[in-house]
């Protein structure tokens, strides 16, 4: 079956602007997790969402936000752009929501989000 | 701050060998943990996981050691294989929270 898409795959946007990241999960998949990957930073949480809810959120700022559509997708925005903001961006997506079933989560390629 | 920490950025083994890679974490409430390996232009991917119940589980050349006292656990590959070269992650979690990852470590399996 089909992975997890991410797209875009790269992207380059300049400071204060704005940005839609988009990720479909595996068919059958209703919990998509988002996390920000930075060198030195590892995987950071930003939110998850599970049918259409969100679950958990990590510690971003609200600049940070997120949806999920009734077919599973799920989109993140990131509003007013810093430099600071440039990392890849990984969603992951699982048959159900927390963090003990994502030894079922399967991770996208992702999208390198770089601001200048 | 860091909940679960990678403190070793990288390692390099020579194939065959054994590698050690290690995790620590600061909340006594994790009760699960994970290991994802990472290629680059490739998200990550799950590889082993334990239960705090556990102190060890082993798939294949894998084996997760988990020592709750020390509030540490470890990842061995042996025989370590040019294959393996990756980022390795170790994660923690608790109920049905999200997972919490480690910065990584970059191994290197030199032929």
């Known amino acids: 079956k089909a992975g997890v898409t991410q797209t875009p795959r790269y992207l380059i946007k300049t400071r204060g602007q704005q940005v839609t990241l988009s990720c479909s999960p595996i068919s059958g998949h209703r919990s998509v997790s988002w996390y920000q990957q930075t060198p030195g930073q590892g995987l950071q949480f930003l939110f998850e969402?599970?049918?259409?809810?969100?679950?958990n959120k990590g510690n971003f700022p609200g600049r940070f936000s997120g949806r999920q559509f009734s077919n599973s997708r799920s989109e993140m925005n990131v509003s007013t752009l810093e430099l600071g903001d440039s990392a890849l961006y990984l969603c992951a997506s699982s048959w159900a929501p927390g963090g003990r079933m994502n030894t079922e989560a399967f991770f996208g390629q992702g999208t390198r989000l770089t601001v200048v | 701050d860091q909940q679960v920490k990678q403190n070793s950025p990288s390692l390099s083994v020579q194939e065959g060998r054994i590698s050690i890679l290690n995790c620590d974490y600061t909340n006594s409430m994790f009760d699960y943990f994970l290991w994802y390996k990472k290629y680059p232009a490739e998200g990550p991917t799950f590889l082993i996981s334990i239960s705090s119940i556990k102190d060890k589980n082993e798939d294949g050349r894998f084996t997760v050691f988990l020592n709750k006292s020390a509030k540490h656990l470890s990842l061995h590959i042996v025989p370590s294989q040019p294959g393996d070269s990756a980022v390795y992650f170790c994660a923690a979690t608790s109920g049905a929270n999200n997972l919490f990852f480690g910065t990584g470590t970059r191994l290197t399996v030199i032929p």
């Open positions: 969402y599970f049918s259409e809810t969100q679950r």
